[in-house]
Nanobody
Framework: QVHLVESGGGLVQPGGSLRLSCAAS????????MGWYRQAPGKQRELVAG???????NYADSVKGRFTISRDNVQNRVYLQMNGLKPEDTAVYYC?????????WGQGTQVTVSS
């Protein structure tokens, strides 16, 4: 069993910042890719950012230049630093980890950007 637990969500004003954290625990050998997805009401879940075990990131066009993903392979954690938040960033953010051959998800953390 593998468990992913997110933290760091909340309410922030436009232009503000938040840092999301995700901790993986359980029967882990090697975590391959890790990432953050989000789902807004009435919309499909979408990739926000991903990062390989070697540290190579990729981002959705909508967050490039504002969000930064990082990971700690020793602690089995992944982070998402979100700056310059916009109302359209409001969503539930989910942590994802690929531990071959399975794909694991956290339960999500709410991020609300509003004045």
């Amino acid at each position: 069993q593998v468990h992913l637990v997110e933290s760091g969500g909340g309410l922030v004003q436009p232009g503000g910042s938040l840092r999301l954290s995700c901790a993986a625990s359980g029967s882990i050998f090697i975590i391959n890719r890790m990432g953050w997805y989000r789902q807004a009401p009435g919309k499909q879940r979408e990739l926000v950012a991903g990062i390989t075990r070697g540290g190579s990131p990729n981002y959705a066009d909508s967050v490039k230049g504002r969000f930064t993903i990082s990971r700690d392979n020793v602690q089995n954690r992944v982070y998402l630093q979100m700056n310059g938040l916009k109302p359209e960033d409001t969503a539930v953010y989910y942590c994802n980890a690929v531990i071959m051959p399975a794909n694991y998800w956290g339960q999500g953390t709410q991020v609300t950007v509003s004045s």
